[in-house]
């Protein structure tokens, strides 16, 4: 068997024989697609990573939780759990490329030679399939606040109340049914239409493919992304004293707010006691990185087998993190406080939709340029909410593909139907957003947290530590000390149990008496069953044609 | 805003800029990667299929 020398780094009697038959395989699958360029894959993962949780949550969780002193163990979470998971998540996806799978349940097959295994994997197409039919939908608000701040829509007023109202009658929130009610607003105001445009571009790009669509829009929009903070985080630290009657109400006194230590008299070392702020700033780190949910796997398996994956994995990690802290941190809470005071920010970070789509709405429209400075804000939500949306449909689109067999055009087709119906149950459910809080709790909070578990677990002690250092070295450009290896097999699975179990155990029992109480709740996580039933059966079929096709051998290289 | 935000800020912010900012340079630095050229001879790996 001839490899092509361009896929070689060494002599080729330098490979052992497993890399040799690894070589050879993703040799034989090189009609399938690929990334185009290594900047391309590391700002696609940047892409998937970043979101709304960079520019809202965090800085809301940071404010909630002691200011400064939540960045101590946000720093430890992200080196003990983030990164050592997302080395995981790209050293598992390349190894399972490399071996002719792009989806999970096809990664994880060839990483545990178990029957059981691509069971697992359905996680990691039921996880991004089902946030993305909710995701989409709050990615077509942030795309009509931003069409209506340019429009000049959203001149409300001073009142608060009022922006509270828009926002409940732009999504729906006060019946079941509101969203799809256009006798009190325009089809062509309304937060569908702007739905159905995220959608449609959504599948445009996962219809073009990797490199023509996922990689190309993230290589101008990532970009675009940090320019729009740029502007936004000029204009609020330019702010000053807004009101002379309220000098408290200052810039520098914003970012106090956000980044002093020391808050209500207590030392460092106390606030460091508070367990809660330790459990969230990990969550944080854990969503924020969007490891869990596959994404980075599916991505990772269109490398090549030697690709670096070391050093890419932390710059993409990177890019989230400046994205988060040094543009989230600076914009969001300094704002809010200028405007409306302790209390007022306090408050608004309770709830990271009113503070995304009431608060700052608000705050935008009272500072100069505001109109201006609100529709490239929200522009910059749409645009992080679309590089992560988009990645949401790849990992299925795969399975579809590989699995089943289908072409691109009737694996985006059926899976365009069953997204479309996800989210149509999304928005109908509308009152209080039950049908989406109910879906992100249960897919995009325990489903994550779960498979993240699995992959810890596949890797450090499925695959064993020896062997997956050897995988993280492959074509390594930057050299991942030793120690990680034992954080992966030892720590983080520890880690990330803890943290689970305690999140369990002080949120799962109101969502669970909901179950009971709530008939739209109990729709909703039955509506979550038939997505993983269906994941399965997939899955199902997929190792059928799998087994008949390429059965798993014992790897020796030939 | 007190000494500790200022600290605090300022490393956070920092830090995480200069590591952006590493990494981009190391990946900027490495030379293109073998692989991606093109017109490459083919070579034996000696494999028996």
Redo the contacts between chains.
Sequence with gaps: ?????????L???R?DAPT??A??RWHVNQGKEAWG???GV?LAVAGSAVGLGNFLRFPGKAAQYE???F?IPY?VALFLLGLPIAWVEWALGRYGGARGYNSLPGIFRVVWRNKLSPYLGALGVLIPVAIYMYYVYIEGWCLGYAWKFAAGQMALGPEQSAYGTFFSNFVGLNSHGAAYDFTTIHFADSALFFLGICFVLNFVLIYRGLSKGIEWFCKWAMPALVVCALIVLARVLTLGTPDPAKPDQNV??G??F?????WGGKT?WQQLGNAQMWLEAAGQIFFSLSVGFGIICCYASYL?P???IA??S??AA??N??C???LG??ITVPAAFVFLGTVGVIAATKSTFNLGFVTLPMVFNTMPLGQFVGAVFFFLLFLAALTSSVSMLQPAIALLEEGLGLGRRASVSLLGFITAAGSAFVVYFSKDVIALDTMDFWVGSVCIYILATIEVLLFGWVMGIEKGYQELER?A??RIPKFVMYIIKYVAPLYLFIVFAVWLRQTAGAYVQKIGHDPVVAMTVGFIVLVLVLAILLTAQSVRRWNRIHPLQKEN?? | MNLGGWIIMIVSVGFVTIFLGWCIYRVVREPEAPQKLHAQAEIDTKDQD
């Design positions: 068997m001839k490899i092509p020398e361009q896929c070689l780094l002599p080729a009697d490979y040799r038959g070589l050879r360029t290594r900047a590391i200011g400064g002193a960045m720093f520098l006194n970012l106090g956000m980044w002093n230590l020391g460092i090549k030697n690709d670096d050093l890419s932390v710059t990177a890019g993190e400046f988060e802290v040094a941190g600076l074509g450009e930057i290289g030939t």
